[in-house]
């Protein structure tokens, strides 16, 4: 008797219920350009051009060099992006996933974890983000019903999450685009007002915060390629969806800052969307556009526990995830632990690096073991380090004893990072080379002995 493989419906396919269930691949490009177009603008960007345009402790940037500086700094970062998602599309396996033919399988718990930390930390801080943006556009000064509904959606749209795709293909996007060229239209009249002795020195600042930016997705950029039908769509819908948001993102804050905004926070920021006529309605959108950035922080969750867990239902995964991004909004102030989410952000920049290198340039793709019995690879774990060490000592961050920590080794090594540096790309590069240097050793390292003497005659 013949059997018959049934035909996904496009209309209704929905990742396998394991890890060891079969995987849709029915995201085209399209698919792709609405999901990270929609990622690439956050309510928290227009906020953040604050950042591009007064870098800490250096002269005002001039509105050219700020923008430039958004505009290369995305450019850079979504290239990268946009490699992730090619990985994912060939191997059709998630982000931590991925990371077992790297590291081995039970050493890509390392980062698994690490994800898990900066992945719910996200979701709450996301939920944080809405429930605020309500509050201001309904004034009321209850914000926990606003947390409970942003957090019943964002779990349904994980428990769904093809489906929350489509959906943001077919009505979000649109919207989105709408929203913000009508914000873009009513604040371009408004008269500018240049940072007085505006400069260039904040250029290179301002590319590295751009490209960090684009850089934090790329753990959860496979989750959702491996569903593409092609490799070329996963890359060039990232590319487009994700770069030009992103700039329109940053770029509207900087004309907002530029015009009618005088303060660095949401609160100023959101009340000027608002304050212009009908602005309401194209803040409405944005709020709303929000949730996917909690869904994908949620669902990536869900997808990176299944890395440790492989049989783990992700419908009961999303639903408790969900409640404890829900309950964690209420409870915790997220705020505090925004600079600790960045700390581990940085973690994941020099190890794309080092995944990079072996999968792409030293041809590690073709035998990418993604098993359980991935072999351990301690050696990779050399570069990554290094790469983090360089990006600590060019930005430590605002940490506190840790910021101290990487000060102090900056003086004990005689080492002074000119303020041009940026600290993404010095770490990118630092772990890319030493890689490069590392990898022949390691394999040698791992080849019986009888065959590594073969080689050597």
């Known amino acids: 008797m013949q059997t018959v493989t049934p035909t996904v419906d496009e209309r209704s396919a929905e990742p396998g219920l394991t890890l060891a269930d079969r995987q849709?691949?029915?995201?085209?490009?399209?698919?792709?350009?609405?999901?990270?177009?929609?990622?690439?603008?956050?309510?928290?960007?227009?906020?953040?051009?604050?950042?591009?345009?007064?870098?800490?402790?250096?002269?005002?940037?001039?509105?050219?060099?700020?923008?430039?500086a958004i505009v290369v700094g995305t450019t850079i970062g979504t290239l990268l992006l946009g490699l992730a998602n090619v990985a994912g599309a060939q191997t059709g396996r998630p982000a931590m996933v991925l990371l077992r033919g790297l590291f081995g399988a039970r050493l890509s718990?390392?980062?698994?974890?690490?994800?898990?930390?900066?992945?719910?930390?996200?979701?709450?801080?996301?939920?944080?983000?809405?429930?605020?943006?309500l509050q201001q556009l309904v004034r009321t000064g209850a914000r926990w019903p606003f947390v409970?509904?942003?957090?019943?959606?964002?779990?349904?749209?994980?428990?769904?999450?093809?489906?929350?795709?489509?959906?943001?293909?077919?009505?979000a996007l649109v919207a989105v685009v709408l929203a913000v060229a009508y914000l873009f239209i009513r604040l371009a009249p408004e008269p500018r007002s240049?940072?007085?002795?505006?400069?260039?020195?904040?250029?290179?600042?301002?590319v590295d915060l751009l490209v960090a930016l684009a850089v934090s997705w790329i753990p959860l950029a496979a989750d959702y390629s491996r569903h593409s039908r092609t490799p070329r769509s996963a890359f060039a819908g990232?590319?487009?969806?994700?770069?030009?948001?992103?700039?329109?993102?940053?770029?509207?804050?900087?004309?907002?800052f530029l015009t009618i905004v005088k303060q660095p926070d949401q609160h100023d920021m959101f009340a000027a969307f608002i304050a212009v006529p009908v602005g309401w309605l194209a803040f409405s959108v944005l709020i709303a556009r929000e949730l996917d950035e909690s869904f994908a922080n949620v669902y990536s969750t869900v997808v990176s526990i299944q890395n440790l867990r492989p049989l783990a239902d992700r419908r009961i995964l999303a639903v408790a995830v969900g409640m404890v991004a829900t309950v964690g909004a209420l409870?915790?102030?997220?705020?505090?632990?925004?600079?600790?989410?960045?700390?581990?952000?940085?973690?994941?920049?020099?190890?794309?690096?080092?995944?990079?290198?072996?999968?792409?340039?030293?041809?590690?793709?073709?035998a990418w073991n993604t098993g359980a019995d991935a072999p351990?690879?301690?050696?990779?774990?050399?570069?990554?380090?290094?790469?983090?060490?360089?990006?600590?000592?060019?930005?430590?961050?605002?940490?506190?004893w840790w910021t101290q920590f990487w000060l102090d080794m900056r003086d004990w090594s005689s080492i002074t990072p000119p303020s041009w540096l940026s600290a993404s790309?010095?770490?990118?590069?630092?772990?890319?080379?030493?890689?490069?240097?590392?990898t022949p050793l390691a394999r040698r390292a791992t080849q019986p002995a009888s065959l590594a003497d073969k080689e050597s005659m």
């Open 24 to 68: 849709p691949r029915t995201l085209r490009t399209l698919d792709q350009v609405a999901l990270w177009g929609n990622l690439g603008f956050s309510l928290l960007g227009p906020v953040g051009a604050y950042l591009v345009l007064y870098p800490f402790g250096l002269a005002p940037m001039t509105a050219m060099a700020a923008f430039t």
């Open 109 to 133: 718990y390392l980062p698994t974890v690490l994800n898990l930390l900066q992945l719910l930390g996200w979701a709450m801080f996301e939920l944080l983000v809405i429930s605020t943006a």
């Open 148 to 171: 409970l509904i942003a957090g019943v959606l964002t779990t349904a749209m994980a428990l769904k999450p093809l489906g929350s795709v489509r959906l943001l293909r077919r009505y």
């Open 194 to 206: 240049s940072p007085a002795g505006g400069t260039w020195a904040g250029f290179w600042p301002g």
């Open 238 to 256: 990232s590319v487009l969806g994700f770069s030009v948001t992103q700039v329109a993102s940053y770029g509207l804050g900087l004309l907002a």
């Open 331 to 366: 409870v915790f102030e997220i705020r505090d632990y925004a600079n600790f989410l960045y700390l581990i952000g940085s973690v994941f920049v020099p190890m794309f690096a080092v995944f990079a290198m072996r999968y792409f340039v030293l041809g590690g793709r073709r």
């Open 376 to 400: 351990q690879q301690w050696a990779m774990l050399v570069p990554w380090l290094v790469g983090f060490a360089a990006y600590q000592l060019v930005y430590p961050g605002d940490l506190g």
């Open 425 to 438: 790309l010095t770490s990118l590069i630092v772990a890319a080379v030493l890689t490069l240097a590392i």
